[in-house]
């Protein structure tokens, strides 16, 4: 099979056990630049399994991902990382900032681990942080910041470089119901004004109202709504 | 919606017109559903009739619309009742999904199919309120959350029917 035309990051009939749990039993996925898809289902469902198979960091037991042309599982591990650290961007639930670090500290750092130097990268940082709206936090850690605002500060670390696709788990999972809206508006304008992709795992309807469709999925099976109606 | 106490409550605050009234109605509460001016003078012409309300004045040129009305004691005291009641929360026993579900399983159809497309169109309008939230006014974004949390609703009883479908299943068989 070939990816539907024109998507970035395509997923085909993915396989992947832990012991005796299936916890991708044929899923599949696609995803075009500047979408944002929701994974639905409930707990346990294999959604999370799927966002990590598509973001390179599990290799499922077997099933074909491509990104932009690319098959993942035949790159090498050296290669799949340096993929995550400049095309992918990352945004979870909760213990991402690193605690000893300044918050445009934090948010530079994708960059600095690609080599730019440390003043660009500031700068850079601090212009995201106004974008998200946390720029005043610029020399507070990650201790001394709201949830929301922590939020805030890792979705500008995950936009940083610039990323393709940007995978966000739960990213409202820790907040409150305003500061979740909050921070999903602002996610998804800042990931549309730049063309990037969202995958977007929730269990949650009114986050999941944010994006442009959603896949469901239930004992490691996927169901593309948009394509079943 | 009580239309009639309604537009009382916007005559507390000074005699109106009838078109004025309409106006300030469709402002505040009609985002989706304007009045029709026969609903306003209907409206006026019984909250006339039972006192709660009288004429202030009639501009010259004459007809309905140039009634400018205002609120009476009995007027007041009406709203004051109406605001202090409170709405019965609506149960939503007799669900429509219950029913198609229950028939989809008694007549072996795909229940989880009916679930599944069934979220799929709660999410379509909750993105279309999403969207106007994020681009109306407070009143606006109140107006949607409203909406937005009583389909959250709805999707939670979906997600938890779809978990037990099984038992649903052997019950309905019995």
């Known amino acids: 099979m070939t990816p539907p035309p024109g998507s970035l990051l395509t997923a085909e009939n993915l396989y992947k056990a832990y012991g005796p749990t299936n916890a991708l039993d044929g899923a599949g996925f696609s995803i075009h630049p500047g979408e944002v898809v929701a994974i639905m289902g409930p707990s346990g469902s294999g959604k999370s399994t799927l966002l990590h198979c598509l973001a390179g960091i599990v290799t499922p037991d077997s099933g074909t991902i491509t990104y932009d042309g690319r098959v993942l599982s035949s790159m090498s591990d050296t290669e799949r990382s340096a993929l995550r650290r400049s095309e992918f961007g990352f945004v979870f639930q909760f213990g991402q900032l690193v605690p000893e670090l300044t918050c445009v500290e934090n948010v530079a750092l994708p960059l600095r681990l690609n080599g730019t130097p440390r003043k660009e990268a500031e700068r850079t940082a601090l212009s995201w942080m106004q974008r998200l709206e946390v720029d005043d936090l610029r020399g507070k850690r990650p201790g001394e910041v709201s949830g929301g605002q922590g939020q805030r500060v890792a979705i500008a670390r995950a936009l940083v470089t610039g990323p393709r696709v940007v995978f966000a788990d739960e990213p409202t999972g820790a907040l409150d119901s305003l500061n979740g809206e909050r921070v999903m508006e602002l996610l998804t304008e800042a990931a549309r004004s730049t063309n990037a992709a969202v995958v977007l795992v929730t269990h949650e309807a009114r986050v999941a109202a944010y994006s442009d469709r959603e896949i469901v999925v239930r004992d490691g099976k996927s169901r593309d709504m948009e394509r079943a109606v | ?174």
């Open chain 2, 1 to 174: 919606m009580s239309i009639g106490h309604t537009l009382l409550g916007l005559l507390e605050s000074g005699p109106r017109h009838g078109y004025d009234l309409k106006r300030a109605f469709d402002e505040k509460f009609g985002h989706d559903r304007p009045l029709h001016y026969g609903q306003v003078y209907s409206t006026m012409s019984r909250l006339l009739k039972n006192g709660l309300v009288e004429v202030d004045g009639i501009e010259a040129g004459g007809g309905p619309e140039r009634k400018r009305y205002a609120i009476t004691e009995a007027g007041i005291t009406d709203v004051e009742r109406w605001l202090a009641t409170p709405e019965r929360p609506e149960l939503y026993l007799q669900s429509t999904l219950y029913t198609k579900v229950v028939l989809a399983l008694l007549t072996h159809r795909d229940a989880a199919d009916l679930l599944d497309t069934q979220r799929s169109e709660h999410l379509r309008t909750m993105r279309a309120l999403t969207d106007r939230k994020r681009k109306g006014d407070l009143a606006d974004q109140l107006i949607c959350d409203h909406a937005l949390f009583h389909l959250e609703a709805d999707l939670r009883w979906l997600e938890l029917t779809a978990a037990r479908l099984d038992k649903l299943r052997e019950a309905v068989a019995r």
